[in-house]
T-cell receptor, first 106, second 122 residues
Framework: EIVLTQSPATLSLSPGERATLSCRAS??????LAWYQQKPGQAPRLLIY???NRATGVPARFSGSGSGTDFTLTITSLEPEDFAVYYC????????FGGGTKVEIK | QVQLVESGGGVVQPGRSLRLSCAAS????????MHWVRQAPGKGLEWVAV????????YYADSVKGRFTISRDNSKNTLYLEVNSLRAEDTAVYYC???????????????WGQGTLATVSS
């Protein structure tokens, strides 16, 4: 099973700041990685797939990069609605999720 | 628009069974693989099972293999999850989710239901 490790566990930032979230895989998943956003009491929402492709309707301030074992989700300027938990997910070998990064208001 | 509506959750005793359902609309249900993903209270996401668009292929997480059964009825646009021999650690919100890619069964989850809570407790 491929293990995805997300860091940091919590990111404390202010609106307007840049957020950089990391996801590291225990073995290569090529570019088969997605990012999801989950707000309290809601289902997850697909943001990025295949490492760098934005899903339909996702604002341009969200971007993804990386390949192999190291991936990054960047939010260029945090909006109030971006404070949430973010999960990465790989499909290179079965389907697994990372443990999540909580982006909270500083 | 795509809609996925889960039902069937509730409180159940350890060792008992539950059948979860997911009613789909707004897309050609019979053309997409479908998944169940669960989330224990305050925890992260765990993929549980997938079924191919035509129901011929089914895959499960090791944690549920042999106890859970995924199925679908394309004539009713409905996905099911039969959960047997329930344990306390199966307590979670169960989400159904649509596979992103036409006829694929194991890519990404582009639409999710609101979830149904199953609580295993004596």
């Amino acid at each position: 099973e491929i293990v995805l490790t997300q860091s940091p566990a919590t990111l404390s930032l202010s609106p307007g700041e840049r957020a950089t979230l990391s996801c590291r895989a225990s073995q290569s998943v090529s570019s088969y990685l997605a990012w999801y956003q989950q707000k309290p009491g809601q289902a997850p929402r697909l943001l990025i797939y295949d490492a760098s492709n934005r899903a339909t309707g996702v604002p341009a301030r969200f971007s993804g990069s990386g390949s192999g074992t190291d991936f990054t989700l960047t939010i260029t300027s945090l909006e109030p609605e971006d404070f949430a938990v973010y999960y990465c997910q790989q499909r290179g070998n079965w389907l697994t999720f990372g443990g999540g990064t909580k982006v909270e208001i500083k | 628009q795509v809609q996925l509506v889960e039902s069937g959750g509730g409180v159940v005793q350890p060792g008992r069974s539950l059948r979860l359902s997911c009613a789909a609309s707004g897309f050609t249900f019979s053309s997409y693989g479908m998944h169940w993903v669960r989330q224990a209270p305050g925890k992260g996401l765990e993929w549980v099972a997938v079924i191919s668009h035509d129901g011929t292929n089914k895959y499960y997480a090791d944690s549920v293999k042999g106890r859970f059964t995924i199925s679908r009825d394309n004539s009713k646009n409905t996905l099911y999850l039969e959960v047997n021999s329930l344990r306390a650690e199966d307590t979670a919100v169960y989400y159904c989710a649509k596979d992103q890619v036409l006829t694929a069964a194991g890519t990404y989850f582009d639409h999710w239901g609101q979830g149904t809570l199953a609580t295993v407790s004596s």
